[in-house]
């Protein structure tokens, strides 16, 4: 029975570089390799301009019931003054919380091709492969209290509320722990449990799974300060961090402007498991939706190719195709291809589609 | 009638770079330059150890009556297994709160001698020059309520409320308008107002302000993530940057680690008009207490000898004298006069106290 996939192109450049990953997986399931039913929905402004909502109740529908959803990336100026309720972030988020989404798996990766790009110099960031694992469903961006209110002398008052809980933070530990299994065994809780209690809570829950469960996982904590500082000085010291929904927010952004090509980063938001070894999970790039050159076929598709990839991957255990893909992104990078954001002295420079053309060759 | 100076050298290597800082008061003082009363205090563990908690309220008592003060370094592994309560970090925190050293000034420089000590690319950071205005009384670092509480499923949940009003964010944005006035007239307001009502509210006020007080500053609003990119890919675009506690915490510390030299930064912390034009203040290095090294005699003093400088020149308007001591610290840099931690081929090595001679000569 073919596998259910969702693809939510989103905003700005999301529908240029998602048509590159739908000549993909249309050339998979041609060749047997894979056997997808897609279907589309709207998110982000683009649902907001058709239905004045972010994602409306059937697109979340279609979500849940989805085997693995695709998105490309949502915002834009056009929606910059609506309502914070129905900004297209929201929509976003509705997705992430009600998929239940706790696990988001940021690779930091450089390319060998590409390591020049960074802005950091060659031998600090050459061979770099960091995986940040940021809890998406908790803290600060879903806690209650929160809002905008008037206070008896007239002023204004802007409350969010920052909370975990135990069961929260051991899961998203334990995915740290297993995939660091896999890597280099060592990993990085990183809070600021000199200042928050719900860091200081972060912090002794990490500790004592690790203590229980984990005895062969190296686990160091870090001030959240301090992992920007060091991401920035020496990045090359970590292997896996973990780390709550808001820092993960900007320390997994840093570590992506780390590599110099952020066009290359591809995401994955992995749920619990629902049942019959099932988990339910959304795969996006890293980068946003551009909107100043969306239109324009200069986008790079390969960090949604690559998030396809990861699908391939965690959703589907199919590991084979997801080694095929990704060789085939390295042999389009060795071949001197490139898109603007990536461009060399001496590379070739191509368009979004001249870019999924050289890649169904390498295929 | 002298000037009270209260110094609180605090843990790790706060009292050998404080030593070296005393030496450079006396002789001012001696040369009819200053005239300032000199007094000491503990704080962090220091103080723990002696009085058990990281703060005496005598120390507190003269830090209010103190024309400003001079801050070393708190914290070390020595108390990281205390209670959240008298942690040294709370000592830090009770002076900035009782003070209300709303305003956090951190300079991101990057001295001519020192760019290649970065490990960002030499024309990314060279002549990079940031102000970051970070609000340092409010946000989720003293948000009510807090802590952590075991719920009715026997599960532990930990808690922090971000909040910030009106008039505290009005009154950090001035001081960061007011900055950029006399620097280069463009600010950068960061927070995460596509996720947060805390930071919608931030938004929505600064523009207020710019709109009717400071028509003549270009001001952008940025989000959090974003500005941690942007500040890896191309800090220069940056002169001003306002922000809150938490995200100021992070990106001051990024922004700090860019410049290659964290041994050189120092910081201001300044309270409003408490009367009579008289505002309080604390001054201290960006680094920390540097366990690792502490004792040692191998520390760099110029963070903490340049947080007296901005002293000299905020609390005290005496640019000369400070304008002084800046050339001092650059005319030793320029005869390649180094502590380890800024270390250079063909460099000549020195440690805490050789650089206090250095700069005393150059003086
Ligand atoms: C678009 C925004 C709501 C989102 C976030 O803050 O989580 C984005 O920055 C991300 O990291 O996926
Ligand atoms: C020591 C700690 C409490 C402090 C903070 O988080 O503010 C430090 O990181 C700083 O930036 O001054």
Redesign the interface.
């Known amino acids: 029975m073919s596998k259910k996939i969702l693809i939510l192109a989103g905003d700005g450049i999301g529908p240029e570089v998602m048509t590159e990953v739908k000549r993909i997986i249309s050339w998979m399931n041609a060749r047997g390799l894979t056997d997808f039913a897609v279907s589309e929905g709207l998110v982000g402004g683009s649902a907001y301009d058709v239905h004045g909502v972010p994602l409306a109740d059937e697109t979340m529908a279609e979500a849940m019931d989805a085997d693995a959803v695709l998105l490309g990336a949502v915002?834009g100026p056009k929606w910059d003054s609506l309502d914070?309720s129905v900004?297209p972030?929201r929509g976003l988020?509705r997705l992430r919380k009600e998929m239940e989404l706790f696990a988001n798996l940021r690779p930091a990766l450089v390319f060998d091709a590409l390591a020049e790009a960074s802005?950091?110099?060659l031998d600090?960031v050459k061979g770099l492969d960091i995986m940040i694992v940021r809890e998406l469903t908790g803290g600060?961006?879903f806690?209650q209290p929160?809002?905008?209110t008037t206070?008896e002398n007239g002023?204004?008052?802007?409350?969010?509320?920052?909370?975990?809980?135990?069961?929260e933070i051991v899961r998203i530990a334990e995915v740290a722990f297993d995939l660091a299994y896999k890597r280099g065994k060592k990993v990085h809780s990183v809070e600021?449990a000199?200042?928050?209690?719900?860091?200081?809570?972060?912090r002794e829950?990490v500790q004592k799974l690790r203590d229980a469960k984990y005895g062969d996982i190296a686990l160091e904590h870090m001030y959240?300060?301090?992992c920007?500082?060091?991401?920035?000085?020496?990045p090359k010291q970590f292997d896996v961090i973990v780390t709550d929904n808001?820092?993960g927010?900007?320390?997994?952004?840093?570590a992506?402007?780390?590599t110099g090509s952020?066009g290359m980063l591809p995401s994955a938001s992995i749920g619990a498991d629902i049942g019959g070894g099932k988990r339910r999970a959304m795969y996006e790039p890293v980068h946003g939706s551009a909107p100043d050159i969306a239109g324009q076929g200069k986008a790079n598709p390969l960090a949604c190719i690559l998030s396809y990839s990861m699908m391939l991957r965690y959703s589907f255990g199919m590991l084979d195709v997801a080694d095929m893909l990704d060789n085939a992104v390295q042999d389009v990078l060795n071949q001197g291809i490139r898109t603007g954001d990536i461009m060399q002295a001496g590379a070739t420079l191509v368009g979004t589609s001249g870019m999924g053309d050289a890649l169904l060759k390498a295929l």
């Open positions: 915002g914070f900004k972030e988020l802005s950091l110099k600090i600060v961006y806690g929160r809002g905008i206070l002023e204004r008052q802007g409350l969010n509320t920052q909370v975990y809980t135990t069961s600021k000199n200042v928050m209690e719900s860091g200081l809570l972060w829950e959240a300060d301090n920007a500082m060091q991401l920035v000085r020496n808001l820092f927010d900007l320390l997994s952004d840093c992506a402007m780390l952020l």
